[in-house]
């Protein structure tokens, strides 16, 4: 059957199907749905639970896979014979992002399926051009218990995976993790039952289309990890509720669950379920610009966003303010952070991030005695400089409401909170809870030590930022970070949300030079290669990490830096292959921004400028230096090139290597 002629039939649905079924109660064969352009097609129907299959240009690319959830007192999804009724309808409208991570209007059109059951459940499917979501609601008055959700992936033929496994540590259990782990690819039958990865998840199957399985509204509810099975089937695994917790007394203090209860979450009897999204992608190109996760979430719940205002900012973290060339000895002190304030106004950075060590850990008003903040504060102003504030999660939860009082009064409006490290039941909630405190007091958040965000960014707009990814942090005591791994981000973490890698690192390492140094943070491939990440990964709040001392011997490149913008009106992306390379471009205003990276091949890459609109553009364009294969800080910095809608260049990336390009509206 024809594409026009399938999505003829399913428009033809839309009238015959939004009835009641059979008052005999007969089984209905199969109910599908397709998307608007009919290319993604989706069978469901009972045998027993609930299964559904998905269909792309009338090829299956899920096989038949399970969907269920099993309540206390016997009660659950599959515990229905039948289908009681269901409709099918067309939604097409958009979205206006207050703060644009991809872009700034978002396209939503899609076909729901809507099924109802005998017992009061509802499972509501959405077909979109490029993925497919569900979910399950409940509709119980009273509260519920879940003791398990059933989300089956099964996949035809012997597909492979980009599986971050989860790590279990030795003094916590497997679902404690921080979500920074690599993304190698593996055959999906050779995960056996009882290893974890968590999503998103890329599957590449033997042909495209690729398929990126995550969720998205998770409320109130624990995240899905994914298990493997030993064979060519993903299922979703969900921490137990805890039944008992423990704080630790540490350096980076945190609450750990000890015992958990055999059921996953105690909730509202009415209420919807977080969906279950698998994005689809034919070409490469089409996964680092997909949208879906954030079309799926929750509207804002905050009603004037317009104080949301991210931007660039600074954090002494990563080198341990390792700073030269300073009239004073450097450290967690007022000194050192006034020098940050300097640099920042000097090259266009909107704040400084006061990390861990400006208070106690477990007290935030237990000011280190090196650092005046009533001083630091008034020189801020002076600047025109803003100042952030690292919290401890555990700490900011227990002394809530009086630390942002606090940080009112300093003029902080954007603060960092670490440590989390779950994301069962409890910890979700912890995450609304500091979100909707937050947004009452004016003041944005990013979450460290965290789940990706899953459209919790669409919910709360404060909330700015995410960490949940292998960054820059890891070069200090490792070498898992590599070119290869940094393009990855941008086809897999990426999918669910926007992250805080931590880029522009000024020290850089070729591949045989790649080595953890104390005191001198390198990071693996060209100076070009940190530039890039600033366009090519999403980040609201982008957090320049390098030396500031490096970067005042380096006016030109800082400058240039420092005026990248962190949110986009529009988001192409023009040339990419997973694990391999990536060309983004990103639109601000009449301005356009072009980032590319790479792995450890070298590699041509030609950027046609037929996006554009008409008239003239004057192009900054920073690329690896000729001899940036031998020295990996080598880059050209060209100024006022001339570029046109239709022009074609060629730019050369050196292993680990990347380019920006500044195209300004004449």
Not at 165 to 175: E, L, M, N, P, S
Not at 357 to 365: C, I, K, R, T, V
Not at 409 to 431: E, L, S
Request: with cysteine; net charge negative; charged share 25%.
């Amino acid at each position: 059957m024809t594409r026009s002629k399938l999505s003829a039939l399913c428009l033809l649905g839309i009238s015959l199907l939004s009835m009641p079924l059979h008052a005999s109660g007969t089984r209905l064969d199969s109910l599908q749905a397709c998307s608007p352009s009919g290319r993604i097609c989706v069978k469901v129907w009972m045998d027993g639970p609930l299964k559904y299959t998905i269909s792309y240009d009338e090829k299956i690319i899920l096989a038949t896979s399970t969907i269920d959830i099993l309540l206390e007192k016997d009660r659950a999804l599959s515990k229905n014979d039948r289908i009681r009724s269901f409709s099918i309808k067309n939604f097409n409208s958009r979205i206006l992002a207050p703060v644009p991570e991809k872009r700034k209007i978002i396209p939503d059109r899609y076909t729901q399926l809507l099924l109802e059951f005998k017992q009061p459940f509802r499972v509501e499917f959405r077909v979109y051009d490029d993925g497919v979501a569900y979910r399950i609601n409940t509709l119980y008055k009273e509260g519920i218990i879940v003791k398990d959700e059933v989300a089956e992936f099964v996949f035809p033929g012997k597909p492979a995976a980009y599986f971050p496994q989860v790590q279990k540590k030795q003094d916590a259990d497997i679902f404690h993790t921080s979500y920074e782990e690599e993304y190698p690819l593996r055959k999906l039958d050779s995960i056996p039952d009882g290893i974890l990865g968590y999503s998103p998840i890329l599957v590449v199957p033997e042909t495209n289309p690729k398929i990126a399985i995550t969720e998205s509204d998770l409320y109130d509810y624990p995240g899905m990890f994914l298990g493997g099975t030993g064979s060519s089937t993903l299922k979703g695994v969900f921490a137990g509720y805890p039944a008992e917790e423990l704080a630790t007394h540490e350096l980076y203090s945190q609450i750990k669950v000890i015992r958990r209860e055999p059921y996953i979450a105690k909730t509202h009897g009415t209420r919807k379920f977080p969906w279950r999204a698998l994005l689809i992608a034919n070409v490469d190109k089409e996964l680092p610009g997909n949208d879906l996760v954030y079309r799926l979430a929750e509207p804002s719940r905050i009603n004037d966003t317009s104080w949301i205002q991210p931007g660039n900012l600074t954090d002494e973290w990563i080198i341990g303010i390792n700073l030269f060339n300073v009239p004073f000895r450097a450290g967690l002190n007022t000194a050192s952070y006034k020098y940050y304030i300097d640099f920042a106004k000097q090259f266009g950075f909107d704040r400084i991030m006061m990390d861990a060590g400006w208070s106690d850990n477990n007290d935030l008003f237990k000011i280190n005695p090196d650092i005046d903040m009533n001083a630091l504060v008034a020189y801020a102003n002076e600047k025109g400089v803003k100042i952030s504030m690292w919290t401890l999660a555990m700490t900011l939860d227990r002394q809530l409401e009086a630390a942002l009082d606090q940080f009112n009064k300093w003029g902080i409006d954007f603060i960092m909170t670490d440590f989390i490290d779950r994301d069962d039941q409890k910890a979700v909630n912890f995450y609304y809870r500091i979100a909707q405190a937050c947004a009452e007091h004016k003041i944005m958040i990013m979450y460290h030590g965290a789940f990706p965000p899953k459209g919790f960014n669409r919910t709360y707009p404060n909330a700015v930022g995410r960490e949940g990814v292998l960054g820059s942090e890891y070069d200090n005591w490792s070498n898992r970070v590599t070119p290869a791994h940094d393009v990855t981000l941008a086809f897999t973490r990426m999918l669910a949300g926007g992250f805080d890698y931590e880029p522009g690192l000024l020290n850089n390492a070729t591949q045989k030079g790649t080595r953890p140094v104390e005191g001198v943070v390198t990071s693996p491939g060209t100076r070009c290669h940190q530039l890039s990440m600033f366009i090519v990964y999403d980040s609201p709040m982008q957090i320049f990490s390098g030396n500031p001392s490096e970067g005042w011997r380096e006016p030109e490149f800082m400058q240039f830096l420092g005026s990248l913008p962190t949110t986009w009106d529009e988001t192409l992306i023009l040339d990419a292959k997973v694990g391999e390379f990536i060309v983004s471009a990103r639109k601000k205003g009449d301005d356009w921004y072009i980032g590319g990276m790479g792995d450890w091949s070298e590699r041509d890459v030609t950027i046609a400028f037929d996006f554009l609109e008409e008239g003239n553009y004057v192009a900054t364009i920073c690329k690896d230096g000729q001899n940036a294969d031998r020295y990996a800080a080598d880059y050209v910095l060209e100024k006022n090139v001339p570029i046109k809608k239709g022009d074609e260049i060629k730019i050369h990336l050196a292993p680990g290597g990347g380019f920006v390009i500044r195209l300004e509206k004449q």
